[in-house]
């Protein structure tokens, strides 16, 4: 069953990027501390984005973070999708208007440009299509950006919250919760490492 996880790296003060993020200066300042697990050599780490990355049928985000990954300080070919895993799932991009030109080209992008609902169900269908011609259930994964993963929680989108809880006070930033109604989620693993603590809930 293909499942819509929203996997996310946050600050222990809720922050999803430093101060002053954009272009030149993508995760903020300060904000790099947040993937700092991503890139650790220590084995629960790896083995997550490991994980992540097989599982990952479809990956969605928001316009901002493509705009980051596809600039050009963005991804290359030692920083991606899965850092360092192998691994391109098909991306599909939220966006009010598609870019003119895409750097990245060897990766398989879609434009959606009728709201978040829409971009969710496109990357199910494409997730469900790599399901079936690969034997085994992978699911749809929102990467980013905190506006994003915060809009399709708020909207009941998601199945699975994945947080990575960085040991980092960045004191301000892009926060993950901006309100909202209240709800209870359904803590399934947590696992501590040198870098961060994997936390794992499922919505109802």
């Known amino acids: ?5 929203a996997d996310i790296s946050v600050s222990l003060d809720g922050f999803v990027t430093g101060p002053d993020p954009g272009l030149d200066n993508g995760l903020g300042t300060g904000g790099d501390a947040l993937h700092t697990w991503a890139f650790s050599d220590d084995p629960d780490d790896r083995r997550i984005v490991r994980e992540a990355t097989d599982r990952s049928g479809a990956v969605v985000l928001g316009r901002h973070l493509f705009d980051v990954v596809d600039g050009p300080n963005g991804w290359d070919d030692t920083v991606g999708y899965g850092a360092g895993e192998v691994g391109k799932p098909p991306f599909v991009v939220v966006t009010s208007s598609p ?40 699911d749809v994964v929102l990467m980013g950006g905190g506006a994003t993963v915060g809009s399709a929680l708020e909207a009941g989108l998601v199945d699975v919250l994945s947080l990575h809880l960085a040991p980092v ?13 209240p709800r209870t989620l359904v803590q399934r693993t ?12 499922e919505i109802h």
Not at 107 to 116: A, C, I, K, N, P
Not at 175 to 181: A, I, S
Not at 190 to 201: D, F, G, I, W
Request: glycine share 8%; net charge neutral.
């Open 169 to 181: 006070v960045l004191g301000a930033g892009t926060p993950l919760f901006t309100g909202g109604k």
């Open 190 to 201: 947590v696992t501590p490492t040198s870098t961060a603590t994997h936390l794992t809930y």
């Open 99 to 138: 870019p003119t030109s895409v750097r990245l080209t060897d990766l398989d992008w879609t434009f959606v440009t009728t709201g978040l609902p829409d971009a969710v169900a496109a990357a199910r269908e494409r997730a469900e299509a790599a399901s079936a011609s690969s034997g085994k259930d992978l």
């Open 1 to 5: 069953m293909t499942r819509i996880i």
